[in-house]
């Protein structure tokens, strides 16, 4: 996944392909790209790899930590090894980190914000806890008097609540992701970009 227009830089936590990068992409490329074409796409990668073709960077598929691939989510091959692990117990942190990435992603101008990114975020921002939504709205309206809740929603849910909810929670996941890493990084090329079969 790569950030387009805006202010983000490049994300980097394994994303699904058909539910959050295929929309991505969409936003901001400006055409739909089909789930066959997706899947094509990391068929044609694994192919390419075991014919023994050179590239700087592969995409491939998060780690789960009984090292095995987890097609469900794909990752860049220079991300670091522990980046790559999706932990099944620790999905709110990429939830959380995703939010906050989308947020950042969009550009500034609301009326230049393409739709697939807006619907995905709104979609991820569901999975915020509403106390803590509910909280920093109620402060928002009390101590700025230019809030606009249609506005600044996007603000809240990525700049506020999902960045304060992913630091917290970040620290103990990456250990634990490192962990998993550790093991991987002893196997060969192919079986830390696609897992053990």
């Keep these: 996944m790569r950030a387009g227009p805006g202010r983000a830089g ?23 790209v ?8 990391l068929a044609d ?4 790899f ?11 598929v998060g780690i789960c930590p009984d090292l095995r691939g987890d097609t469900d989510y794909w990752a860049r091959s220079d991300w670091a090894p522990w980046v790559r692990v999706v932990l099944p117990d620790s999905w709110l942190v990429r939830e959380y980190w995703l939010v906050r990435q989308l ?3 969009l550009p500034e101008d ?14 991820k921002a569901k999975l915020l806890p509403v106390k803590e ?3 920093v709205r109620r402060w928002s309206r009390r101590n700025d008097p230019h809030y606009d ?15 304060d909810l992913f630091d917290m929670l970040a620290p103990e996941n990456r250990q634990r992701c490192q962990q998993v890493a550790d093991e991987l990084v002893k196997l060969d090329q192919r079986a830390q970009l696609y897992g053990i079969t």
């Design 50 to 60: 075991d014919a023994g073709a050179q590239r700087p960077i592969w995409l491939c």
């Design 103 to 105: 947020w950042r992603a």
């Design 149 to 163: 809740s249609a506005r600044d929603r996007f603000s809240i849910w990525g700049n506020i609540v999902a960045e």
């Design 10 to 32: 490049s994300p980097a936590l394994p994303s699904r392909p058909h539910d959050e990068l295929g929309p991505f992409l969409e936003g901001v490329h400006g055409q739909p």
């Design 133 to 135: 939504v509910e909280r």
């Design 110 to 123: 609301p009326s230049t914000r393409p739709s697939p990114l807006v619907d995905l975020l709104v979609r």
């Design 34 to 41: 089909a789930p066959a074409d997706l899947d094509r796409l």
């Design 45 to 48: 990668e694994r192919r390419a």
